[in-house]
Structures are given as C-alpha cells and as structure tokens.
C-alpha cells in the first residue's frame, strides 16, 4: 500500500542522512507530518497527537512513532519493520501527568541514540515548544540543533515518480477549476458553489482519486476581494462582482495548485482588464 | 460580518482574563486559531503563518496580529478597531533573517505589556518552539508561563447562541451521515463516495451553508478497519465489508460529529451484531 517503491523511500532517507551529516546531526526527530510521509509513506489523519519519524545516521531504516491505534495505519502504509513501529499508550494523550516526547524519548534512549546532536524542526506546526521541552528534560546527554526544514530542502528535487503524482494532480486541478467556472454564477449561494468545488477536487480525474488538498476552495468575492484567506457563506454572488480563486488538485498529497480570477458580468471595469494584462506581460 | 454580537465576544474577553488573574498571568499570547477566532471573531484560512491574538489584563479589547494581507480579513470578520489590528510585513514570512515573533515582541514592548508574566499556549500546534525562543530573547523583562489550554477552558461553557450553531452543525451532520449511507456501496469507489459526502458538509442544511469541518471524511473500509485514520483511495467497495464512519457536520466552525459502522451485505457477522449490542448496552 506504501505509494512509492521502497528503493524510492530508501533514497529519500540516504540523501536526508547526507543532509545530516552536513549539519552535523546524529537524529532527526521529524514531526511535520508531510515530511513523515516522505521519509516511510506514513499516511493517516492523526497528526492532531504527537508522533513523529526518527531518522538515525547509523540505523538504515527510519522508525515511526505514533498513537497506539495508528500502529496499523503505520504497518498498511509503510514499509517498516515491526522494530520501526513503536506505539504510545492513551495516557500520553492531553495528559497534564506526561506527553507524548517522554516515549518517544523513552524509545531513543533505549537505543542508545542519545548521546550525540539531536535535530528538532524548530519552526513547524506540530512541533511545540512543550515538545522540546520535554525532550530536553528526558534526554540530558543530548545536544539539540535546529533542523527545521531540512526534510523541506530534500523533498525540492521531485523523482521522476512524483512528477508523475503532480502530472495527475493537475489532471485534477483542471476539473476544479472547471467545477468552479461552470458553478460560481450570479443568484447562486457560495457553499453550493463550494461543494461543487470540493466534490471535483475528492472525486479526482477519470481514475484517478483525488485527495484532501492542504487548502480548501478559496474563493473570495466582492468585499472580500480586498483579503485572500476568508472562506465560503450562504452569500450569494451578485452581478458584475470579481471572483477570485485559488483551487488545487490534489493526488496522494501531491498538488497542483491554480489560481484565477472571474468576473460576473459582460464586461469587467478597465482597471481590472489592465491589471490582467499588465500580469500577463509580467508572467 | 462578526458571527457573535459584540457583547458575545466581551463576555468570552472577560471570562478569559477572569481565568489569566487565577493563574498570574498579564498578558495571554494565543495562536490556536480557533481560540483567536472564540476571541475575536477573526476567521480566515491564514493559520499556515504565524498569527495571534494578544489579550492584556489592563486592556479592555484583545489583539489580533498577522500577515498583512490577512489584516482586511480581521477588519471584516471582527469588532476590533484599527490599534487592535497590527499587521507585520511578508519579509517576515520564511525568512531565515526576521521571525514573525520579533514583530510580536515589539508590539508588546511598544504598549509596554513586557514587564509582566505571559502566557503562551506551549502545547499548541501553531506555537512552535522557534516561536518561544524569539519572544523570550526579544522580552528580556517578561516572565513566560504556560497558559496552554486556558482559553479552550473557557470554551467549554457554551453560550445560547453557540449552542443555536451547535444545532444548525447537527442538522448538517445528518445530511452527511445520510449521503455516506446512500453513496457507500458494493463497487462504488471510496473517493466517489467521499465526494459525496464531503458535498453535503459544504452545501449544509436548507438555509445553513456548511462549513468546512476539522476532520476529512473518515471511512475506512475492510483491511483499512484495522484502524482509525486512514483516507480513502480509488479502491471500490466489496460484498461483506464493514465501514467505519467517522463524519461529522460544522456550522460557523461549531461541529456536530457522527460515527456510525455500515456493513455491505445481508447480514453483518455475529461477532459483529454482538459488539452492537454490547456498545449499545454501554452508551
């Protein structure tokens, strides 16, 4: 079920560790959750706990540490070996007694791999300052870096494999923005017309499925306009207002973002032609 | 455009300085998104950058700071006025050179809530430990406290108004929970079931548009039972296998979820049948 070959993941993981060593650092905790799934394939919605894949110089395989009832999630969508599978009990879970990094501090310990630099993503989500914390206070024999978007950096040069999974996000992304040029007309409320987005965006193109993208449809209208990020209402869209969208298609998490912006009526206002064209020429 | 009347969001300012003074705490720094927008209505899909809401005891309106970009979105979905709302600029964004937080910090310095205890949220996704580190060395007079889950406490009482949005969320969810059993069947694909379902979350009930909900449809089907958080794939449903459904409808972001289990066929197994009754015994 992993996406990928395991020469594929085996690769990703080789040119992580040379990323390392350049750093200096002896094991990656890695708790951004795409870059989890880069490293093993690990794919489930159970990023609202800690978990995270830990990457060491010395060991070949990475090791995923989750949620107990994630472990099979894990196992279906990895190739890890049981050792690399390691599960957390619920009372790590919002316990104001212990957290989640007291295991996965447990685990490295265990292993020996505390006693050299340990990189942490500083600055991603799902890596808190408690975490941290934590982990400080388990491992005191460890030195902590900063690797934050090391993972990011290595995931830049897409194999030939993924341009494949971006080629069908975009087979996608065109049905999207179909979806939204045919729905969004005047009279029409903006969540019927988002459904009809997001319906286009899961369904995918002919047989590929599509995926939960990383955006929902934003799709900004009249006073809105003036901001990028506000979403849907029962509003309804009204003659000769700007539309603007930003849309995705999304394939096994690879995405194939588009934007465009459409105007309800038979002619749009001369400023909004020229700055069309004026960002064409810039294009 | 606030959801809230101006009193709503006053009441639930109030609550939480009452629950800062319990625990010593000036000034409240939250970046949970849904506790920004509990406080002050601010509601935009910008929480991939850092954004927050400050609340200071002495002062008697919250904070928001964000993305410049996102500051007309705070102009248009709250009641702050124009001091309240502080905007950094994009060279602040990703910048391995300046953190989001140096802005933060010298607001703080330039209103002088810098002296006192503050209060981050530790184990928030959202705060991150880079996050941490570049407040307490740009606040050099404050003292830092983790004021964690104060404002989801305070959350947890519910007024009038939000439980009318709870009860518009339930009418959604049982549009939901009927386009799953509907749509899920015997060599339907799982992604155009999906597409089914996450239509009725957008499209909502009769007059109330659907929002979009923090968790994507969950419907794990055969192997994929094992466990809870697996998403769906162009895989077709099979005679005899059981679905979990983990779903649920959101209004205004309130939520209203739903988990029910369908079997695709005659009769479910008797193991199965029993584990109903017993589950059923116990709620």
Redesign the interface.
């Known amino acids: 079920m992993p996406v990928f070959s395991k020469e594929e993941y085996a690769q990703r993981v080789k040119r992580t560790k040379e990323a390392m060593q350049e750093k200096g650092i002896d094991l990656l905790v890695v708790s951004q959750p795409a870059n989890m799934n880069y490293l093993t394939g690990y794919?489930?919605?159970?990023f609202?706990v800690h978990q995270c894949v830990l990457v060491y110089l010395q060991q070949e395989e990475p090791m995923w540490i989750g949620r107990g009832?994630?472990?099979?999630?894990a196992r279906?969508?990895t190739f890890l070996s049981e050792d690399s599978i390691r599960e957390y009990a619920d009372y790590y879970v919002h316990s104001t007694e212990r957290?989640p990094m007291n295991f996965v501090a447990d685990v490295i310990r265990e292993k020996g791999w505390d006693k050299g630099t340990i990189g942490?993503e500083?600055?991603?989500?799902?890596?808190?300052?408690?975490?941290?914390?934590e982990l400080e206070k388990d491992l005191p024999e460890a030195k902590f870096t900063?690797g934050?978007v090391l993972v990011n950096w290595v995931r830049v040069v897409k194999s030939d494999q993924e341009i494949e999974m971006m080629k069908r996000a975009g087979m996608i992304a065109v049905k999207v923005m179909d979806a939204a040029i045919k729905n969004i007309n005047v009279g029409v409320?903006?969540?019927?017309a988002?459904?009809?987005i997001?319906?286009?965006?899961?369904?995918?193109a002919g047989?590929?499925?599509?995926?939960?993208p990383a955006?929902?449809p934003?799709m900004m209208a009249g006073?809105?306009t003036?901001?990028?990020?506000?979403?849907?209402?029962?509003k309804v869209y009204q003659q000769d207002e700007a539309v603007l969208l930003e849309l995705t298609g999304a394939y096994r998490h690879y995405h194939a973002p588009i934007a465009r912006t459409i105007f309800l009526g038979k002619e749009p206002p001369k400023l909004m032609k020229d700055t069309a064209e004026v960002v064409m020429d810039g294009l």
Request: glycine share 6%; net charge negative; with cysteine.
């Open positions: 794919d489930g919605w159970s609202y009832m994630d472990a099979n999630g279906i969508t957290h942490v500083m600055d991603q989500f799902y890596f808190t300052h408690r975490a941290y914390l900063d934050n409320r903006e969540c019927d988002a459904a009809e997001v319906h286009a965006e899961y369904k995918g047989e590929f499925a599509g995926d939960y955006i929902v934003l006073e809105a003036k901001t990028p990020h506000l979403t849907w209402s029962e």
